[in-house]
């Protein structure tokens, strides 16, 4: 059991024990620490003593020498009231009791830790202390010291990468940050750090770090410009000031994982191995900020980065967003390979390519969809084969059929070429005619989709910390609880939100922290917003498609968890539609937690919504299927299924079968419990339905009594 722990790679090395009561420091630096760290960082814990009389009183008398060693054993013992070390001819640190911060920093290392490994690294080893009349001891921790810092270096160099691949551009600068501090004179993390910033949208410290690097023996005037001009285009937010709302465009929280795969998938490309990507969620979910924040990442690699949208008024040009892709690519050396025939055809849709290409005479007559579609392709792939290329097209949901069909056919094509198609687009497409197209692009097996699901309260913590401090933890997750609840965790309506909140004056920037209200934190008051909760609710129901919304009607009409195979029956959809409508209420993460293998309607102002957006019909439709399914569920627990279903009947307005059921569930009590407790039942149940139902219902029910008496099989009824 680890007893004690060495520290050195920080600015006062010391010996703690610990004991039941805490950590108590029983040794600062001396030459007992030294003969410690010396001892620790031996790859077998162990020295002779003429060694270490050697490293540590260098220029004594033996006799002398050996006395003093003595001594520091001696002290060692006394002060940690434990025998670290031990041994006759040769001195042992016991290392199952003690833990020396270089064998740990090194164990994470190796591990892949890196986080913790930074942890245990304040700064450079015994960097702040000496030992005297031991110039060997100083020559051994000068060259440790020299090693451990290089690998600090590659360490910082890594995460500064992965934060980078993943987007976090604050986190990479504070990375290079630490790198300059560790060399000053090095400019390869300074121009990192004016990259960064200018890719965090922080052009003004850009511009002040980018002259710090030009005072530099040798700065290099282009890879400056070229660091500044990385960030151009990019929408990352700006810290917010003292006093301020929220910026503009505020950090991206909750899409590290997904931007991090994509530059992967970019990576790969670039080695030769294409393909597309789908990013796919609700309206608002981030699709056009994540794509906008991935171009400046990925032209920081080699390869021609092209971005591109659709729109929904493109029809009369079905392939629009490909052709302006390929004609910001026009001066591609690449697009010299493609066939002479193919670049005729471009030369007549891209002015640009005709005036590259003089001899590529454009056709008198229109070209026919399938021959421009050949054409783009070729001259796409003839680029590829020069350069990578990685193609964004946003709201692809807009795009026509034969955009969508164009996109899957060069999917199938780039698997072994340098080439990404990245689509964002709503997971759920609303246009019956792009519906198939759509379906088939998400399903293809080129193509990967990745969900960009709802944030979290962690997300929304995240994003708050990375504007200001939140100087209570508790006030700001309730604050980011309460937030995903009355927003769904939609990131459009996050903001909105928060910037409402802050425009009144509710929440605010002061000293640089977050100045939380009490009544934000409180579940009873209400949130002060110019959407109510119910308002946002219905946008993100209406932004569904058809299918989608009446699946989550029919659950929330049900009211209880239901099986796909229910499902089926309560929305009178097919299965396989079924089956697609829950996955997208899942992505959107509107659906309540349920038993393995079944489905529930949140129980909030979702589950009201989504009986409230459907018309009376549908409506009064839904209740009779949802009077159906209980019936037939009656026989596994007739008192409840019963009651379940005359509920259902009575709101679907056939009152005749509600007080059939009714009374089949009284009857069924009556077996149970006799003729007053089936009564009982039967009036309670009757309270309870809305007035206006009740005359009608009571009337019925002395018929549906008699007709239940005279059943073939039946006793004497609940009468």
């Known amino acids: 059991m680890v007893r004690f722990l060495l520290r050195t790679l920080t600015p006062r090395p010391h010996l703690v024990a610990r004991t039941a009561g805490g950590e108590r420091e029983c040794l600062r630096f001396s030459k007992q620490l030294a003969l410690l760290a010396y001892l620790g960082a031996r790859p077998d814990g162990a020295a002779s003593r003429e060694e270490l009389v050697s490293l540590l009183w260098d220029g004594s008398a033996q006799r002398d020498a050996r006395h003093a060693l003595r001594q520091v054993i001696h002290q060692i013992r006394r002060h940690a009231e434990a025998e670290l070390v031990h041994g006759d001819g040769a001195l042992c640190v016991r290392r199952e009791e003690l833990e020396f911060d270089v064998v740990r920093f090194r164990q994470e290392l190796a591990a892949g830790r890196l986080e913790d490994a930074l942890a245990l690294y304040e700064t450079d080893f015994l960097s702040t202390v000496t030992v005297p009349d031991a110039p060997e001891f100083e020559r051994w921790a000068d060259d440790l010291r020299r090693q451990l810092a290089a690998e600090r270096g590659e360490l910082l160099r890594t995460l500064l990468a992965r934060a980078a691949d993943e987007g976090r551009w604050a986190q990479a600068a504070r990375y290079a940050r630490t790198l300059i501090e560790q060399d000053p004179a090095d400019p390869e993390p300074r121009l990192r750090l004016v990259e960064l910033l200018a890719l965090s949208g922080d052009t003004v410290d850009a511009r002040i770090e980018a002259e710090r690097v030009r005072d530099l023996p040798e700065a290099d005037e282009r890879a400056i410009a070229r660091a500044l001009a990385a960030g151009a285009g990019a929408t990352a937010g700006h810290p917010a000031s003292p006093g301020a709302g929220l910026p503009e465009h505020p950090p991206l929280v909750g899409r590290t994982g997904e931007f991090a795969h994509v530059v992967e998938r970019w990576k790969a490309a670039a080695a030769g191995t294409g393909g597309a990507v789908l990013l796919a969620g609700e309206p608002g979910s981030g699709k056009t900020r994540l794509l906008a924040e991935l171009a400046p990442r990925l032209r920081q690699d080699r390869g021609l980065v092209l971005a591109a949208?659709?729109?929904?008024?493109?029809?009369?040009?079905?392939?629009?967003?490909?052709?302006?892709?390929?004609?910001?690519?026009?001066?591609?050396?690449?697009?010299?390979?493609?066939?002479?025939?193919?670049?005729?055809?471009?030369?007549?849709?891209?002015?640009?390519?005709?005036?590259?290409?003089?001899?590529?005479?454009?056709?008198?007559?229109p070209v026919h969809p399938a021959v421009l579609a050949a054409a783009l392709?070729?001259?796409?792939?003839?680029?590829?084969?020069?350069?990578?290329?990685?193609?964004?097209?946003?709201?692809?949901?807009?795009?026509?059929?034969?955009?969508?069909?164009?996109?899957?056919?060069?999917?199938?094509?780039?698997?072994?070429?340098?080439?990404?198609?990245?689509?964002?687009?709503?997971?759920?497409?609303?246009?019956?005619?792009?519906?198939?197209?759509?379906?088939?692009?998400?399903?293809?097996?080129?193509?990967?989709?990745?969900?960009?699901?709802?944030?979290?309260?962690?997300?929304?913590?995240?994003?708050?910390?990375?504007?200001?401090?939140?100087?209570?933890?508790?006030?700001?997750?309730?604050?980011?609880?309460?937030v995903v609840e009355h927003t769904g965790g939609v990131p459009a309506h996050v903001l909105a939100l928060l910037r409402d909140l802050s425009g009144e004056g509710r929440l605010a920037i002061r000293d640089g922290a977050w100045a939380i209200t009490q009544g934000l934190t409180d579940r009873r008051t209400p949130l002060p917003a110019?959407?109510?909760?119910?308002?946002?609710?219905?946008?993100?129901?209406?932004?569904?498609?058809?299918?989608?919304?009446?699946?989550?009607?029919?659950?929330?009409v049900w009211q209880r968890a239901a099986t796909a195979q229910e499902l089926a029956l309560l929305a009178d959809q097919p299965e396989d539609a079924v089956w697609e409508g829950l996955a997208v209420l899942a992505r959107r993460r509107l659906l309540a937690h349920s038993a393995e293998g079944s489905y529930a309607a949140p129980r909030d102002a979702t589950g009201e919504v989504a009986r409230a957006v459907v018309s009376p019909v549908v409506l009064a439709e839904l209740h009779r299927n949802a009077a159906t399914l209980a019936e037939l569920r009656a026989p596994q627990d007739p008192v409840r299924e019963w009651f379940v279903a005359a509920r259902h009947a009575a709101a679907a307005g056939d009152m005749e079968r509600a007080a059939g059921d009714a009374v089949h569930g009284?009857?069924?009590?009556?077996?149970?419990?006799?003729?007053?407790?089936?009564?009982?039942?039967?009036?309670?149940?009757?309270?309870?339905?809305?007035?206006p139902l009740k005359p009608d219902i009571a009337a019925r029910l002395p018929q549906a009594l008699r007709e239940d008496t005279a059943a073939p099989g039946k006793g004497e009824s609940a009468a």
């Open 309 to 365: 949208r659709c729109y929904p008024v493109e029809a009369g040009e079905p392939l629009a967003p490909f052709v302006e892709l390929l004609a910001a690519a026009h001066a591609a050396p690449g697009l010299a390979g493609a066939a002479p025939g193919s670049l005729a055809t471009l030369a007549g849709v891209i002015p640009e390519i005709a005036a590259r290409f003089p001899g590529a005479a454009p056709p008198a007559t």
């Open 377 to 482: 392709l070729e001259g796409l792939l003839a680029i590829a084969d020069e350069q990578p290329v990685a193609l964004l097209l946003d709201d692809a949901h807009h795009a026509s059929p034969a955009a969508l069909g164009f996109a899957h056919r060069l999917a199938r094509r780039v698997a072994h070429r340098p080439l990404l198609l990245v689509l964002a687009a709503r997971d759920a497409v609303r246009a019956p005619r792009q519906t198939r197209a759509m379906r088939d692009l998400a399903a293809s097996d080129a193509v990967e989709t990745i969900p960009l699901p709802p944030l979290d309260a962690a997300d929304v913590v995240q994003l708050l910390g990375a504007l200001a401090r939140l100087p209570q933890e508790a006030a700001g997750a309730a604050l980011a609880a309460r």
């Open 530 to 556: 110019a959407r109510s909760r119910t308002s946002v609710a219905r946008a993100r129901l209406e932004a569904l498609d058809p299918p989608s919304r009446a699946l989550l009607a029919a659950l929330a």
């Open 666 to 691: 009284a009857g069924a009590i009556e077996a149970r419990s006799g003729k007053s407790a089936a009564w009982k039942e039967l009036y309670t149940w009757l309270d309870a339905l809305p007035e």
